[in-house]
């Protein structure tokens, strides 16, 4: 039994980001014993407040992002934070190495139906020299990120981790410890499951409506092969399922507000992601380049996303390589 604090260490994994890692898992355990005590604690719901990208918070989106939001800021190493829930960064009184971004809550529109969550996060460096604290800090390619990961709070809470050598998970168990339960994952090559909110159809490029419209086909059609859908609307459950059984999540640009391009946001839900699964053999793209290169104009930016089974993305950046843009 490989508790997770001995596993980095023995990784030998930085003193300083084995400490910051740390300090992040006491904010996600206060996290999932919020969820786990639901109704009973008072936090499920809707509250009055909006977020800087307009959608209405939930008071757990909220209460999460103020536990993770005060521990790291308590700790000497973290310099400051990006969050989903907040206009802003938010800076720390340390001249810590670290920025982290993190999406508190995503896919809380689950919470209310007791359905999967998780927290994501990405860890940064801050660049040298620390003089003024600056946005512009933050503003640095996936390629960068030191260690990422997610929470997933689920019938168990599960960590996935990565420092850049590959992908881990630990499992919370009732002691309070996350303990190595999964090593050196890898998303499985071959794929025969894919997930996409199917509703947006209408909205999507020609490439990615003949890509669906042929695994829908299934064996009948180009791809030969029988394919199941599945969409849980939590990135982190999807992602979730594609380091344990593979397949291809997608949330692709539409039209439905041409200048957006993408739902999910770059520096607290693209990047981190891309990092797990590139680090578990799996691709990340935006359907015409690696999500990981792109270089942030924004902390809130939003990307058009693919991640899965490597050949799979092959095959989907193929069809975008072929055929025209709207
Ligand atoms: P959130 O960060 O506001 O929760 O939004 C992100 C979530 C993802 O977890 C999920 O893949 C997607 O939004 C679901 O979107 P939709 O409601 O369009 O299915
Ligand atoms: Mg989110």
């Known amino acids: 039994m490989q508790l997770l604090s001995s596993f980095l260490k023995h990784n030998k994994t930085d003193q300083d980001l084995v400490e910051v890692i740390e300090v992040l898992m006491i904010a996600c355990k206060e996290v999932a014993l919020q969820l786990r005590e639901g109704a009973l604690a008072g936090v499920l719901g809707t ?43 938010v800076w720390g009184d340390h001249d810590g190495r670290y920025l982290i971004t993190f999406d508190p809550l995503d896919g809380s529109s689950n919470i209310d ?147 957006k391009p993408g739902k999910l946001r770059l520096m607290y839900e693209g990047n981190p992601m891309g990092m797990l699964i590139e680090q578990a053999g799996g691709g990340a793209t935006t359907c015409y380049e690696e999500i990981l290169d792109i270089e942030p104009g924004d902390i809130h930016q939003r990307v058009s996303v693919a991640m899965g089974s490597k050949k799979e993305i092959e095959t989907l950046k193929a069809y975008h390589r072929t055929q025209a843009k709207n």
């Open 113 to 259: 139906i007791n359905v999967s969550v998780g927290t994501i996060f990405s860890i940064l460096e801050a660049p040298k020299p620390w003089a003024k604290q600056d946005e512009a800090e933050f503003l640095q390619a996936g390629r960068r990120q030191v260690a990422a990961g997610y929470v997933l709070y689920g019938p168990s809470a599960v960590l996935a981790l990565t420092t850049g050598k590959g992908v881990n998970m630990f499992t919370l168990a009732h002691t309070g410890d996350f303990i190595l339960t999964e090593e050196n994952v890898k998303v499985p090559e071959e794929t025969a499951e894919f997930a996409i909110n199917m509703s947006n159809q209408r909205f999507w490029e020609p490439a990615m409506q003949s890509y669906i419209v042929d695994l829908i086909q299934g064996e009948a059609g180009p791809r030969e092969k029988n394919y199941n859908m599945r969409w849980v609307a939590s990135m982190v459950a999807e992602i979730h399922r594609l380091l344990t059984r593979g397949g291809i999540f997608t949330y692709p640009w539409d039209s439905r507000d041409p200048k």
């Open 47 to 89: 509250s009055t407040l909006t977020n800087v990208q307009g959608e209405t918070q939930k008071k757990l989106d909220i209460v999460s992002n103020d536990i993770i939001k005060k521990v790291l800021l308590d700790n000497r190493l973290v310099r400051g934070v990006a969050s989903e829930e907040e206009d802003k960064p």
